[in-house]
């Protein structure tokens, strides 16, 4: 097969519409898979596909070259019509060598397309991969539609004129693969193009090779006769509106600000970088025009403790972390308990224990976030569903912070932080106001009094005269907040702080349920889970199948309705990435036997895994 593209005519190639494609990008960690797949993704969403994806870093940071844990991938789901997942399995793998292969191979669909850089299959990088043959040679691949091209040489071919060292032309391989892809699914280049000159404008060569690298790898899927259709996905029907591709970092960052603004108040943010929640932090330091306050502390603890004295200062206090961070911050969030002190705690959580996973999802710190401090220590916990659900739930934290002077959890993960989605901006008439309302009377100011409704003590601001108070750890006497070690006041004050909570309740709107109010299986779930069960029960439910689904935001206090749902139905599934957390505070809470469906591998649930879960409870009720 020639590779020379210069003078090749152009071939004949058929169309084949798709309604959607689910593609994953592997390659080293120095490959450029993230920026490959963002840069499609991008380019989806300006065509206006509905899409969803999932990076997926190396734990490794300096994972040997060509080694199995130093593969990075970015898999993406664009469709035309509404996707809730990035897809349970690729149907196309562009694998940028051997480790890349073998690490991904076993989540290609069957007779999916792999699309594989030959340059990279040296016996070395075999070895360093695990292969005692070439795959490429040995029929191992036989189930599926490959496609061999020497992408290094062809893209050092192409960068030959530009003047760039070997290591720059190595780095623009990315792009030559890019290319090829924008052909092979009919996606323009304008796009990304036009981020290489907007990223590179200070290095024109490097702009210019880049550029080079990605025309000549769309060229030559339109000149070679290895591809013989390349493939459509029209646009996607989507509510009206106006549309980015958002993270669920960026969406909580961007929520913040919002509830900041919404507030009247100013956000503040400590934080000590951590994966994958460091994100957020940088997303928050570009906001200065908003009046955000970004804070690195020297650790964890700072970070909390400063957001802690923001709050005690008027302002948004918020602080940012994932499993690990939470454990060091916890002294200090029982502080802000103690004091009635109105703290946001992002809650980005990863695989643990300890280290874990720094770099893959789960939703391990349901427990810890509602009962990891000493004593009785209530707070509220909310957690957002989608990347986009993000931003709603960010300004619903603070909602709750400021509304009932209590610090707040909010849980997302690794999926929801990294992952992307068309995200609709709202008008501002569609956003709750936030009533924030200081004491001011000196008269009539008691540190510790109770509004009748929230049980929230009131909020002053240091400095205001007459309104002198104090705050701290040791118990306080209700009213006054003088010190106090008397057994009735610290009974009195824990079941208060404990009703404060309860109370939130109240105020949240009635839970829904997708499908039947009542029936044989009721699946319920929290945080980013909620794409693959929506998306479980909608393919049974078309299948007549007796099955609906609550999906939780508010998990401290739960939904006041939700014990009454549970009793409607026969069974109650669970899906958790966790060993049963959820459904460990249902049993308890409602009596109701709630079975848990747990997956701890790094990796969000797949569709046809919850679907087969519910296939089998439900011929267990036959």
């Known amino acids: 097969m020639s590779t020379d593209t210069s003078t090749a005519p152009p071939v004949d190639h058929a169309i084949q519409e798709l309604d959607t494609v689910t593609i994953r990008f592997a390659g080293d960690s120095g490959d450029g898979m993230q920026l490959t797949g963002t840069q499609f993704t991008n380019t989806s969403a300006v065509l206006g596909n509905d899409i969803s994806t999932l990076p997926d870093f190396p734990a490794e940071i300096r994972a040997p070259a060509g080694s199995l844990p130093g593969v990075s991938g970015f898999q993406l789901n664009f469709s035309s019509r509404d996707v809730r997942t990035p897809g349970d399995e690729p149907d196309v793998l562009v694998a940028m060598n051997p480790a890349a292969l073998k690490v991904n191979l076993s989540d290609l669909v069957d007779g999916g397309m792999i699309i594989v850089n030959t340059d990279a299959f040296t016996p070395n990088n075999l070895r360093k991969a695990s292969y005692d043959t070439n795959p490429l040679e040995d029929g191992s691949l036989a189930g599926y539609r490959v496609f061999q091209v020497p992408v290094t040489s062809l893209t050092g071919r192409a960068l030959d004129e530009h003047g760039l060292g070997k290591k720059q032309v190595d780095r623009s391989k990315n792009f030559f693969a890019l290319g090829l892809m924008y052909w092979l699914f009919d996606r323009p280049l304008d796009q990304t193009l036009g981020w290489i000159h907007e990223k590179f404008g ?100 700072a970070a909390v403790c400063a957001a802690i004295g923001a709050s005690f200062t008027g302002h948004i206090g918020l602080t940012g972390t994932s499993g690990p961070g939470v454990a060091l911050k916890s002294e200090a969030i029982g502080l802000a308990v103690a004091t009635e002190l109105p703290l946001i705690i992002v809650n980005v959580q990863r695989g643990g224990p300890s280290t874990g996973l720094p ?24 957690a957002p569903a989608t990347p986009g659900e993000c931003f709603t739930m960010a300004i619903e934290a603070v909602r709750i912070a400021v509304n009932y ?122 945080g980013s889970t909620y794409g693959s069960i929506t998306s479980a029960v909608e393919r049974l439910r078309s299948q007549g199948k007796s099955v609906s689904s609550v999906h939780l935001r508010h998990l401290s206090p739960l939904p006041g309705d939700l014990g009454e749902i549970l009793s409607r139905f026969e069974r109650v599934l669970v899906p958790e990435m966790n060993l049963g957390q959820l459904a460990l505070l249902i049993r308890a809470r409602y009596l109701a036997d709630a079975v848990p469906f747990s997956k701890v591998q790094g990796r969000p649930f797949k569709i046809s895994e919850i679907v087969g879960r519910v296939d089998q409870m439900l011929e267990g009720l036959q």
């Open 202 to 301: 200070k290095t024109p060569e490097v702009a210019q090779g880049n550029e080079a690298a990605l025309r000549a790898g769309y060229n030559y899927g339109d000149t070679v006769e290895l591809f013989h259709t390349h493939y459509r996905v029209r646009k996607a029907e989507l509510a009206p509106g106006k549309y980015r591709k958002i993270t669920g970092n960026e969406a909580t960052a961007i929520g913040f600000v919002a509830a900041a603004e919404l507030a009247g108040r100013p956000l503040f943010y400590g934080s000590y970088p951590i994966t994958p929640a460091s994100e957020i932090l940088h997303e928050l330091s570009r906001h200065k025009n908003f009046g955000v306050k970004s804070f690195q502390a020297e650790d964890e603890i």
């Open 359 to 382: 770099t893959k999802t789960e939703q391990a710190d349901l427990l810890q976030s509602v009962f990891g401090r000493n004593g009785e220590c209530p707070v509220a916990v909310v």
């Open 405 to 526: 002077m209590t610090p707040v959890f909010y849980l997302s993960d690794g999926y929801l932080a990294n992952g992307a989605e068309p995200w609709r901006l709202p008008e501002l008439s569609e956003l709750p106001p936030i009533s924030v309302t200081f004491a001011t009377d000196a008269e009539k100011y008691r540190p510790f009094g109770r509004n009748p409704e929230t049980l929230a003590r009131p909020w002053a601001i240091p400095g205001t005269p007459g309104l002198e108070h104090r705050i701290g750890g040791i118990e306080k006497q209700d009213i006054s907040g003088n010190v106090s070690y008397d057994p009735a006041n610290h009974e009195h004050m824990v079941r208060l702080r404990a009703e404060k909570i309860e109370r939130i309740a109240n105020g949240l709107p009635p839970t829904e349920i997708f499908g039947d109010p009542a029936g044989k299986v009721l699946v319920v779930g929290w």
